[in-house]
């Protein structure tokens, strides 16, 4: 199967799984995540009409996005726990960053938009499973708060919602609880921080159990796996 089949078929699960649901499937965002593939694979993804795309790593991305200057609408997500060192590259190569998982990041991203004059778009990473090996913060943690708290006086992030991944289970339906609750994570912040925060954005649901997460009321899934196929699992 080709990148623009598979993403056809992704599309139309995608599209099922909202209608089952009573939503639309154009209030849905599908994000190719593209780590570790190639430009042209990138490139194919963008002609078959997807514009979001997901890269975890900074280093490997820096070196895939000259390549991909052309794409002028293509929007560009960081998704990986990102390191101290790689903030003001990370702001200026991505249009985003999912994956906030702390108040110093938030400082440091900030003054990096600032010093680059951009107002990155943030997502804070939910570490829903409470797993050890993940990042995230937890739900209802100091830390999570103190971010919300800081959010008004860090005017070039602009908090658009909540990113998580669920602990890994082989029967995607174990994984509907973890996205349920950070729906309700999400719902909790938008009634107490009505002002500052923008919750609009759900990003859970991954090539396997994407459909689960959409009912449980994702609006971004990132599919990876799907789309290009399987990853070299030395290189991720
Ligand atoms: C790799 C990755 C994905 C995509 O995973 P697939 O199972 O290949 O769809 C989604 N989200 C994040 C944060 C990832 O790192």
């Avoid at 849905?28 to 780590?35: E, G, I, P, R």
């Avoid at 249009?95 to 778009?121: C, F, I, P, W, Y």
């Avoid at 990132?222 to 290009?228: D, E, L, M, Q, S």
Wanted: charged share 25%; net charge negative.
């Amino acid at each position: 199967m080709s990148i623009t089949e598979n993403i056809a078929r992704v599309r139309e699960q995608i599209a099922s799984a909202a209608w089952r649901t009573g939503r639309r499937p154009e209030d849905l965002t599908l994000m190719a995540v593209s780590k570790t593939f190639p430009p042209a694979a990138i490139r194919e993804a963008y002609d078959a009409g997807l514009r979001v795309f997901g890269e975890n790593r900074v280093q490997e991305f820096s070196s895939k996005a000259e390549e991909l200057g052309d794409l002028q609408d293509a929007q560009w997500h960081m998704i990986g726990h990102l390191q101290a060192n790689k903030n003001l590259k990370a702001a200026e190569l991505f249009s985003a960053v999912d994956s906030l998982d702390s108040l110093r990041l938030a400082e440091r991203l900030n003054a990096a938009g600032q010093t680059l004059q951009k107002t990155l778009r943030v997502m804070i990473e939910i570490n829903v499973g409470g797993e050890a090996a993940k990042s995230g913060v937890a739900p209802e943690s100091p830390e999570l708060e103190a971010i919300l708290q800081a959010a008004s006086r860090l005017p070039n992030l602009s908090i658009c919602g909540l990113m998580t991944i669920p602990p890994l289970t082989e029967d995607p339906q174990l994984a509907r609880p973890y996205f349920r609750r950070l729906r309700e994570v999400s719902e909790l912040i938008a009634l107490r921080h009505l002002r500052a925060v923008d919750m609009a954005t759900l990003s859970m649901g991954m090539s396997h159990d994407f459909e689960v997460a959409i009912e449980e009321g994702s609006t971004c899934v990132r599919v990876g796996t799907a789309i290009f196929g399987e990853r070299n699992k030395t290189a991720h």
